[in-house]
């Protein structure tokens, strides 16, 4: 549903819902919310 890959500097957060056009959904926002935590979570500060 939501993917995060990270390189480096870079982090990439991908909805892939096409049955739902990637509409937002509260189950999508939540996966999105730990997405963004994970992506911040892995910068090195």
Not at 11 to 37: E, F, G, H, W, Y
Request: proline share 2%; no cysteine; glycine share 6%.
């Amino acid at each position: 549903m939501v993917d995060l890959e990270i390189d480096g500097e870079l982090a990439v957060i991908t909805i892939d819902r096409p049955q739902a056009r990637n509409a937002i959904s509260l189950d999508t926002m939540d996966a999105l919310n730990k997405a963004l935590d994970g992506a911040v979570g892995a910068r090195a500060w």
